[in-house]
């Protein structure tokens, strides 16, 4: 039972170059969402999709993009790194979150340094 | 504006001294209060939900309650394995049935043997 798998697991990019993250989920789920972590902010939310073709933004979007073609499946796409997008990046996945809010399970992250 | 606040950020306990960790929210129409545990180099693992004040949920050490304002893990006769980050985030009840999720900043457990 794989559940939110994320690659890679570490990155190195030069300011300007673009990268996609990867995030597949194996367990159905119809909400996925992307995070960053930075010490001392916390989780915070960049983007999230409620099911393929749906997406939405969050408190921090800019700079990222996303697309969702798959139910299993949500990238997150840099388009110019910037060294202020130094940080970890988790993506979580739930199932839909109705009267009875379901908690999101989350992947190992990717951890990514922009010089 | 949804708002966590966790405190202690920082606590450090020996072997069996039992303790808590705060979790200060506001938020516009609580729709659930969860509990995560972060484990270094690791994405956070689910530990509790919470729905509505006076709820109370057990996992072996680990107690969560909810009031209107605020949460508390009690960790009671806590081992070194429990060191661990402790994440807070609510939900609200947002526009829509998928709402926010908003995290705190956590609290860095370490049990000393």
């Known amino acids: 039972n794989a559940g939110v798998t994320q690659t890679p697991k570490f990155q190195v990019l030069k300011t300007g170059q673009s990268m996609t993250l990867q995030c597949a989920q194996d367990m159905n789920h119809e909400y996925m969402s992307w995070y960053r972590q930075d010490p001392g902010m916390g989780l915070r939310l960049i983007h999230y999709s409620v099911g393929a073709g749906i997406t939405d933004q969050g408190e921090v979007p800019n700079g990222y993009n996303v697309s969702r073609s798959t139910t299993e499946d949500f990238p997150l796409r840099l388009l110019s790194a910037a060294p202020s997008q130094t940080s970890v990046y988790f993506c979580?996945?739930?199932?839909?979150?109705?009267?009875?809010?379901?908690?999101?399970?989350f992947g190992d992250g990717t951890r990514l340094s922009i010089l | 504006e949804d708002q966590v606040t966790q405190s202690p950020e920082a606590l450090r306990l020996q072997e069996g001294e039992s303790s808590s960790l705060n979790c200060s929210y506001t938020v516009s129409g609580l729709r659930g209060l969860f509990w995560y545990r972060q484990d270094p180099g690791k994405g956070p693992e689910f530990l509790f939900t919470l729905y509505s004040a006076g709820e109370e949920k057990e996992k072996e050490r680990l107690k969560a309650t909810l009031t209107k304002k605020e949460s508390f893990l009690h960790i009671t006769a806590p081992k070194p394995e429990d060191s661990a980050t402790y994440l807070c985030a609510v939900r609200n009840a947002g526009g829509t049935s998928y709402g926010k999720l908003t995290f705190g900043q956590g609290t860095i457990l370490t049990v000393h043997p």
């Open positions: 979580a996945s739930s199932s839909w979150t109705g009267p009875g809010s379901q908690p999101q399970h």
